[in-house]
Nanobody
Framework: QVQLVESGGGLVQPGGSLRLSCAAS????????LGWYRQAPGKQRELVAT???????NYADSVKGRFTISRDSAKNTVYLQMNSLKPEDTAVYYC???????????????WGQGTQVTVSS
């Protein structure tokens, strides 16, 4: 019903930048909150940042001031600009959407397949 496809991950040196993108497609009536989560090896998945359809943003303390989440509602796309990257930012980053498919009255939670971000010299 709703598919999320991430792109933009890769290998970057400490202090560098990356921009992740996530495009939603399918039979979509409405997308509410979009977000990014990450999971490092041996750790639980954690919230990185979210943005509502009204533009309200929420960030994990560990990324405040370094990461910026944004969305293009016309393109059903969410972005994560990551600056001043640190080795501890290394993880698989997952896109998340709270979306209402066409013909469905409830909002459902969707996940992308994940994109690897590695910060290393």
């Amino acid at each position: 019903q709703v598919q999320l496809v991430e792109s933009g991950g890769g290998l970057v040196q400490p202090g560098g930048s990356l921009r992740l993108s996530c495009a939603a497609s399918g039979s979509i009536f409405r997308i509410n909150t979009l977000g990014w989560y990450r999971q490092a090896p041996g750790k639980q998945r954690e919230l990185v940042a979210t943005i509502t359809n009204g533009g309200n943003r929420n960030y994990a303390d560990s990324v405040k001031g370094r990461f910026t989440i944004s969305r293009d509602s016309a393109k059903n796309t969410v972005y994560l600009q990551m600056n001043s990257l640190k080795p501890e930012d290394t993880a698989v980053y997952y896109c998340n959407a709270a979306a209402q498919p066409m013909g469905i009255i409830t909002v459902r939670n969707y996940w992308g397949q994940g994109t690897q971000v590695t910060v290393s010299s």
